[in-house]
């Protein structure tokens, strides 16, 4: 129904009072912010509870959104925050990012699908371990900027760096995920390839 709308646009029409409609932001970002909630916690549960804080927050403050970045930018770091404040009141460590149970978590949330949408998800989700084994400075960069789809300028001002600082450290973190990417799941990409 709003799906050629732009976030700015629903945005204004929460609120002007159109309260539904928040609805199609949650859809176009619950997969991205319960990503980042999960990595953070590893538990499935615990992300849940996360994401749907994150929402009612983001609810709560949107007519503090500024619109000088993206809705995904700003949203990030409300759940970045949430994450952190959640780990904290729990007393948990925030868990590595190269723990792979933490996509295949997040892989079995998303419903079946077949056809070329199996391929690509089959895709998503080599990439997705491969991502696991980065560190967790590289594994961020390349997550906000793939799945995230923030721009560099976007990622410089999350991470607190200069836009071309992300650059560079974006093109090291594509190279080291590479390197992983041959190093572990050759016979994957091969197959992929070959299919």
């Known amino acids: 129904m709003y799906a050629g709308t732009e976030d700015n646009e629903i945005i204004s029409r929460v609120l002007q009072g159109d309260q539904q409609v928040f609805a199609e932001l949650v859809k176009r970002y619950r997969h991205f912010v319960f990503t980042i909630a ?21 609810y709560r403050s949107l007519a503090d959104f500024r619109r000088d970045s993206k809705f995904s930018t700003w949203l990030y770091t409300i759940t970045a925050n949430t994450c952190s404040s959640f780990l904290r ?23 079946a699908i077949n056809g070329k949408e199996a391929e690509q998800k089959s895709k998503a989700v080599l990439m997705n371990r ?5 560190n ?14 923030q721009s560099l300028e976007e990622i410089g001002q999350i991470m607190g760096i200069t836009s071309n600082a992300a650059k560079v450290k974006l093109h090291r973190a594509r190279q080291r995920l590479k390197g992983k990417l041959e190093q572990y799941f050759a016979k994957e990409m091969k197959e992929m390839i070959d299919s």
């Open 38 to 58: 999960l990595r953070y916690t590893a538990n499935r549960e615990d992300a849940e509870e996360i994401a749907q804080d994150v929402f009612v927050k983001a």
């Open 89 to 111: 009141k729990k007393k948990m460590t925030i868990h590595s990012l190269a723990n792979e149970k933490i996509f295949e978590l997040v892989n079995s949330a998303e419903p």
């Open 130 to 134: 491969a991502i696991c084994l980065l």
């Open 136 to 149: 967790a400075e590289d594994a961020n960069i390349i997550t906000l900027f793939y799945q995230g789809d």
